[in-house]
């Protein structure tokens, strides 16, 4: 018995290092780009994008969480007038290479920039990514220390990946009137589906492994995984999505952005993009990525 129950402890244990710990020594410095067929054509445009963005001067700033984690960002200013665009990056990823199409989008457009690292993430403190869960939290705490520190400054919010599933699934706090409208770019529908899609691609069945990762999660990670997720975040909100995913995305699949956008269609506006793969919509079909933007803005008076 004792055996048995050793077995699934370190089981849990593994599943919990696979999928949400994060050892700062090895976390990519250097915005390593995919090296798979699908990126083959927009590799070149991403390096061109982050040598851009890491061209510009920044101030490092910082917050402290509600469980105790100092996070970083970078602070882009442009004006003093301008509204302000909050970005938050996916799973294993960076702030500058996931953000630095979208930093060059937004600049364009005369908004001032808060990029940040995420827990577990970049410079920011902590061990254990929670896919969102604890994330959305530090997102409300990034909007507190805009409002503090800039007034009354309408914002938007901005995610790719796991960081489109964070301010979608902020999206059901309290959020301030200044928060206008959130962009989510290939966001998971729950943070179980999308582990649960990486366990069967791994060729582990959900069902034998699922319980390793949930118990995992809870003992490793304090987190509960059940119950939380974009999709069940976006029937509360109050605030307007713009919800756009690749159709070619073989990461998240878009029709989990779908299942999100059925489960609120009133408030979101929801947009595919043929031949993108995960989070390269912008690249893709530039033209019209920024015609959503536009129109977002113009509605929302951004």
């Known amino acids: 018995m004792i055996t048995l129950l050793l077995l699934i402890l370190l089981i849990s244990y593994l599943s919990y290092r696979k999928a949400f710990y994060s050892s700062p020594k090895k976390r990519s410095k250097t915005h390593l780009l995919p090296d798979t067929p699908q990126y083959t ?3 070149p445009e991403i390096k061109r994008l982050i040598g851009e963005m890491e061209a510009v001067p920044f101030e490092e700033v910082s917050i402290t969480t509600f469980d105790g984690l100092k996070l970083f960002a970078r602070y882009y200013h442009l004006s003093d007038s301008a509204p302000l665009q909050i970005q938050f990056h996916g799973y294993r990823s960076t702030a500058v290479r996931d953000f630095s199409g979208g930093f060059s989008l937004a600049r ?7 990029v940040v690292d995420q827990r577990a993430g970049g ?9 969102g869960i604890k994330e959305k939290y530090d997102c409300l705490e990034w909007i507190k220390y805009a409002l503090e520190r800039f007034g009354d400054v309408p914002i938007m919010l901005t995610g790719v990946s796991m960081g489109a599933a964070t301010v979608l699934m902020a999206s059901e706090l309290d959020l301030p009137k200044n928060v206008k409208c959130i962009v989510a770019d ?13 366990c069967k691609e791994m060729g582990i069945p959900p069902k034998i492994g699922m319980p390793f990762v949930r118990l995992g999660a809870r003992l490793f990670g304090n987190l509960k995984l059940s119950g939380e997720g974009a999709e069940k975040a976006v029937r509360n909100t109050k605030v307007p999505i713009l919800l756009v995913h690749g159709e070619e995305d073989d990461f998240v699949p878009c029709y989990m952005s779908e299942k999100i956008y059925s489960a609120n269609p009133k408030m979101i506006t ?12 912008f690249l893709v079909d530039t033209e019209r990525y920024e015609k959503l933007y536009y129109s977002l803005f113009e509605k929302y008076g951004l």
């Open 108 to 114: 364009k457009m005369g908004r001032n920039l808060l």
């Open 41 to 43: 054509k927009v590799n």
């Open 270 to 281: 929801f947009e595919t993009f043929p031949n993108a793969a995960h989070g390269v919509s």
């Open 186 to 198: 290939c966001p998971y529908s729950s943070p179980e589906e999308i582990i649960a899609l990486q």
């Open 123 to 131: 410079k920011s403190e902590g061990t254990t990514i929670c896919f």
